[in-house]
């Protein structure tokens, strides 16, 4: 029997080749968008679970609230591993991790920048899964100037040759270290990644204990089903235990003062595998994802499923009247109603089998572009993943049967005597408009037009964000952010690009309002009121770097050579001179700060610099102070030509003749700027793309509804053709019952499409307005594009000849 119902699922599907392109496409486009982006969400939801204790592994993190000012880092202070492991038995384990800026490494002839290297301590490979492919991991970094390498940094560096009691020098600060251990490469899907781990007892700092300084990433191992929420229960003891000697130090104040003033400091624990999409904290190890994504990401995947079953139940509805008569027969001749069902399920299997080979094609074709666009290095290799093989396989059978199990009851449902005769509840069903099918598509053009809202919204945001003035000139600037590896060479090669006619500008600097910046929090208070303490980042910059950056200042003046004193001098932004209470007359006071050893130094107020974007959108502006640095980091150009590639060349020209041990590089502020908003890019190109495919779907489904109106109504057409309709008022006729659901998506989905992208913005402290000309235009293509989709079938039916329709009457 399930022979039979193949072979007649086959002949119908040939016989019915155009119905059937189309049902094969609208669900090979559904799942595949489905299994794109559910690889996709599956490696956002992998992060760090290649750790055989990652369920067990937490991060400590430091949180702070000084006056009103939020302190969020992820990591804490030098001691804080080893306090936790000596006071709470149910700390298995604590280790650290320091990053190192990017390191310059040499071996012999052999020299890399930019290499990625961290000092960790001895137990950290014991805490993370990460094998040693040679060594032991439990001494390897047991000792100091000792260093653990990834095999592609073998490769790179030795070949061949076995790396173990090799000497690399990091020349970034002239240190030697001796490989003793070579580890698999860290996985893609971790939130940190290095090739260079060297032992933790190298730093003299990380004997410290400080409770005032950090840069300890600090993470413990907990026991087996032990929540982590009670341990963090405990820390707050730690904090004023530790804590509060140095801070009556440092301020002259306890940690019970400390708190009665509003604010509010302490370490909480944060799950190894929710760093990734979770983390809320700044100077993460590297830019995590956001779990909201995800389900932006996942509900798009859904809806686009949902609508290539719409679409399926709407094309294989309007084409039941042609079965009508076949059904009746079968009824006639004895077949049940179960067999007729099992008849239609078969024939929707049977396509959706067909149209997930056709998804399954899509998606290993489109992988690369989608790559490229996500960021992400996805596969789909069912060799090594064999359960996405029965994972596919079930999705294609529930999907089969979700999309066939409306036609299939509605079909076999119909009544032989009326199927017969000639009139059957299609009929009745065709001239509701509104039934069913017209039901489904507004499922359809509710979700896309929730989707070109999204979009429209998404990319006014990120245009909103490139041209809003920053209170900098961020067009033209130059970045060389490895010119500190000049050493005294730095000052000759500034000299040499303030003598070129193409530059405006030079300032040297390791402080950007964009991209890749040092960072120093700075608490201090104002005069001698020790009491009122405020937290603000510290710049440290030359004389020159205002101008360069093209910053204007509301009061006072820049920092200049002509005065000596200038070193013990502090410019303000406006947000601090207000956080300072000083609002409109903040020059000639003083800023103390109490210094990390408990020495208090004091800056005098000589300017106000005009509020200036150093934060990403998310982010309000908060205080700032600059002071005068030592003149080194970043060499930053301001050029003034428009031979960019020639001063350029020349620049590399320039670079060149020191011999640097570091190749010319270079970026543009601007590009670096928009570098940060890139899930936001993503996330809008995303949605533009998947936006564009449920239109086309949904296209699909209206085609099927005005094949469907246009059949049952073909002998009322020509009844009004004989009346004197015209072709117009025919067309306006057929037209105006499939725009009805769209107009009703349209009004449905307006206000649900606000509120969700004012839940969107409102992670932005700088955003636009949402005004009610994207629903205008949202809806308008909507309609637009209904039309074009029916018209072809509307004008088709308008032209018909009556007598055609006419002739069985």
């Known amino acids: 029997m399930f022979r039979n119902y193949i072979n007649i699922a086959w002949r119908n599907l040939i016989r019915n080749k155009a119905f059937s392109a189309i049902n094969i496409v609208g669900l090979a486009i559904g799942l595949g968008t489905c299994l794109l982006i559910g690889l996709f969400i599956l490696d956002e939801l992998s992060f760090d679970r290649y750790n055989e204790k990652a369920d067990r592994i937490v991060r400590v993190v430091f949180r702070a609230s000084i006056n009103g000012q939020k302190i969020r880092e992820a990591h804490v202070m030098p001691p804080v591993a080893q306090i936790l492991k000596a006071n709470y038995p149910e700390v298995e384990a604590a280790t650290r991790l320091r990053a190192a800026w990017p390191s310059l490494i040499s071996y012999g002839e052999k020299s890399f920048p930019n ?178 994504y995800i389900y932006i990401f996942g509900a798009i995947a859904v809806f686009m499923l949902l609508i290539a079953c719409i679409n399926f139940m709407n094309l294989s509805t309007a084409g039941a009247s042609k079965r009508g008569k076949e059904v009746g027969v079968r009824k006639v001749l004895g077949s049940l109603r179960s067999s007729l069902t099992s008849q239609f399920l078969t024939e929707s299997l049977l396509l959706t089998a067909l149209s997930l080979v056709v998804a399954v094609t899509l998606v290993a074709i489109t992988l690369p572009f989608f790559d490229d666009l996500t960021g992400k290095k996805l596969s789909l290799n069912l060799l090594k993943t064999p359960w996405l093989v029965p994972v596919i396989l079930l999705l294609g059978t529930l999907v089969g049967l979700l999309a066939g199990s409306y036609p299939a009851f509605f079909l076999s449902s119909f009544k032989p005597i009326a199927v017969l005769k000639g009139g059957t509840s299609l009929n009745r069903l065709g001239k509701s408009g509104l039934g069913v099918r017209g039901g489904l598509v507004v499922v359809q053009f509710f979700i896309a037009m929730l989707l070109m809202v999204g979009t429209t919204v998404v990319y006014q945001q990120l245009n909103y964000i490139q041209n809003t003035k920053l209170g900098y000139d961020r067009d033209q600037v130059l970045v060389l952010r490895e010119a500190w590896r000049l050493g005294k060479n730095e000052a000759v090669f500034r000299q040499q690009l303030e003598q070129d006619a193409r530059v405006a500008n030079v300032s040297v600097s390791g402080y950007l309002p964009a991209g890749p910046t040092n960072n120093n929090n700075f608490i201090s208070y104002a005069d001698d009121n020790s009491s009122q303490l405020i937290t603000a980042l ?242 308008t293509l909507s309609v637009v594009i209904a039309l074009l989709t029916v018209s072809f079938q509307s004008i088709k039916a308008a032209l018909m000849n009556p007598v055609k329709s006419l002739r069985s009457e």
């Open 115 to 292: 290499e990625r290297f961290a000092y960790v301590d001895a137990n950290f490979f014991q805490v993370f899964t990460l094998p040693l492919l040679a060594g032991d991991a439990k001494i390897a970094l047991v000792e100091p100037n000792t260093l653990i390498i990834s095999q592609a940094a073998a490769e790179k560096y030795f070949g061949k040759e076995n790396p173990i009691g090799k000497v690399l020098t990091v020349k970034s600060w002239n240190t030697a270290f001796t490989i003793t251990g070579v580890m698999q490469d860290v996985p893609a899907n971790s939130h940190f990644h290095g090739d260079f781990f060297a032992s933790m007892v190298s730093l003299p700092d990380a004997k410290s204990t400080s409770m005032m300084t950090s840069e300890y990433h600090t993470y413990l191992v907990l026991p087996e089903g032990y929540e982590y929420t009670q341990l963090e229960a405990k820390l707050p003891k730690v904090v004023a235990t530790y804590m509060s000697p140095q801070l009556q130090q440092a301020f002259g104040m306890n940690m019970s003062q400390f708190l009665k003033k509003g604010n509010q400091i302490g370490l909480f624990l944060n799950p190894l595998t929710a760093i990734h999409l979770r983390s809320d904290s700044t100077q993460d190890l590297e830019p995590g994802g956001d779990v909201r």
């Open 538 to 779: 510290r710049y440290d910059i030359d004389s020159r770097y205002m101008p360069t950056m093209g910053m204007k200042l509301v009061a006072g003046r820049n920092f200049s050579p002509q005065f000596s004193t200038d070193s013990s001098a502090v410019i303000l932004n406006e947000t601090a001179a207000r956080a300072y209470g000083w609002a409109g007359n903040a020059l000639g006071h003083i800023i103390t700060h109490p210094g990390n050893g408990g020495e208090k130094v004091a800056y005098r107020v000589i300017g106000v610099v005009k509020d200036f974007h150093f934060k990403s959108f998310h982010e309000r502006i908060s205080p700032l102070l600059m002071v005068l640095g030592k003149g080194e980091g970043s060499v930053i150009i301001k050029a003034k030509t428009t031979d960019v590639s020639g001063l350029l060349a020349s620049l590399n020209t320039k670079w060149d003749a020191f011999k640097p041990e570091v190749p010319f590089s270079y970026y543009f502020l601007d590009e670096s700027l928009m570098q940060t908003y890139l899930a936001e890019q993503k996330t809008g190109r995303i949605l533009g793309l998947f936006a564009g495919l449920t239109i086309f779907v949904a296209c699909l489904g209206l085609f099927g509804l005005a094949m469907f109106t246009a059949d049952q109504r073909r002998k009322e057409i020509g009844v009004r053709k004989v009346l004197g309709a015209t072709v117009a008022s025919v067309v306006g006729l057929l037209s105006k019952d499939v725009l009805k659901p769209v107009l009703i998506a349209i009004v449905l989905a307006s206000p649900i499409a606000w509120y969700t992208m004012t839940r969107w913005l409102a992670d932005f402290a700088y955003k636009v307005d949402i005004q009610w000309w994207i629903f205008a235009l949202a809806g």
